[in-house]
């Protein structure tokens, strides 16, 4: 099983929500990954997970705000979007650790957009 | 810094002519470098994965090729087909950072015509 599963597939919310991209694997991997990718751009990297531990932070703002309860889940929380944070959010997993040199594995999305 | 450029941006060629998709990265110290494909909307699809201490890597009508210490990677497709159609993804993983980023290229946005 090589699948990465994100929930929802889509998600409409306004600038005073509050809502949650939910990602799960269970391939054993140790490190999980926030991306976001705006149309015709590449992925950009958000955060990584590294051990159930934020490892980097890529000076995101604090309206989004990440999560890793266990080994399999990965969260990110929302609150107080603007209307340029609509994007694909992409949630991806490898190896970790000391093994780097592994395949990364990507879900197939969430697609959000703030109103 | 790691970059990495793929050129050309887009391209468009008749179904069944073989092609190539170029990737080149300013850092050679990368652990790995990953081929992905992505359909419009969607996540990415892992085609080929080439090791550091690899040449190339052959799926199907994939060929992947890897020149470390020229900063090169090409993906090789034979008989291309509109299902071929997509935007083709290269990626790289730094041995600088502890704790595995992966730097994308921009993209190719591949149109097979039947």
């Known amino acids: 099983d090589t699948e990465v599963t994100q929930t929802p597939k889509h998600l409409v919310m306004g600038m005073t929500n509050k809502k949650s991209l939910k990602c799960e694997q269970h391939m054993g991997h140790r490190a999980m990954y926030w991306y976001k990718q705006k149309a015709k751009k590449p992925p950009e990297l958000m955060f990584v997970y590294s051990y159930e531990k934020l490892s980097i932070n890529e000076s995101v703002p604090s309206r989004f705000s990440p999560e890793c309860p266990n080994s399999s889940l990965l969260n990110l929380h929302l609150h107080a979007l603007q209307p340029e944070d609509s994007a694909l959010y992409l949630c991806?997993?490898?190896?970790?650790?000391?093994?780097?040199?592994?395949?990364?594995?990507f879900g197939q999305g969430t697609r959000l957009t703030v109103v | 810094k790691q970059e990495v450029t793929q050129i050309p941006a887009a391209l468009s060629v008749p179904e069944g002519e073989n092609l190539v998709l170029n990737c080149s990265f300013t850092?050679?110290?990368?652990?790995?470098l990953q081929w992905f494909r992505q359909d419009p909307g969607k996540g990415l699809t892992s085609l080929l994965l080439?090791?550091?201490?690899?040449r190339e890597q052959t799926s199907g009508r994939l060929n992947a090729s890897l020149d470390k210490s020229s900063g090169r990677s090409t993906l090789y497709i034979a008989a291309s087909q509109p299902g071929d159609s997509a935007t083709y993804l290269c990626?790289?993983?730094?041995?600088?950072?502890?704790?595995?980023?992966?730097?994308f290229g921009s993209g190719t946005r591949l149109s097979i015509r039947p």
């Open positions: 850092d050679s110290a990368i652990y790995n």
């Open positions: 991806a997993s490898s190896q970790g650790g000391t093994d780097r040199a592994t395949e990364a594995f």
């Open positions: 990626a790289v993983r730094p041995t600088y950072s502890s704790a595995s980023k992966i730097i």
């Open positions: 080439i090791q550091s201490s690899q």
